[in-house]
């Protein structure tokens, strides 16, 4: 059973930083390409960032140079670093399975002040 745990979110002023975690368990993590995506209130769900396998990381336009993915193949975890945060950046952030049906339960970000 595929399970993926978020955990990290909260509540940030502009400007500020917060990192995501995903803990992942019941796949071969280090074959599989992960990504974020994050879904605004009254909007459609929207794609982040992923990385693959090898670690080849692509982002959406509206976060390069501001978020960063990662992982580690070891603790099975795959991270997102969210640098100079906007109020626009505010979302539910979900875990991904790259193309897959697998996803996390989803974790709050607000940017305000």
């Known amino acids: 059973q595929v399970q993926l745990v978020e955990s990290g979110g909260g509540l940030v002023q502009p400007g500020g930083s917060l990192r995501l975690s995903c803990a992942a368990s019941g796949i071969f993590f280090s074959s599989y390409a992960m990504a974020w995506y994050r879904q605004a209130p009254g909007k459609e769900r929207e794609f982040v960032a992923t990385?693959?396998?090898?670690?080849?990381?692509r982002y959406a336009d509206s976060v390069k140079g501001r978020l960063t993915i990662s992982r580690d193949n070891t603790e099975k975890t795959v991270y997102l670093q969210m640098n100079s945060l906007k109020p626009e950046d505010t979302a539910v952030y979900y875990c991904?399975?790259?193309?897959?049906?697998?996803w996390g339960q989803g974790t709050q970000v607000t940017v305000s002040s």
């Open positions: 991904n399975v790259y193309r897959s049906e697998y």
């Open positions: 990385i693959s396998a090898g670690s080849l990381t």
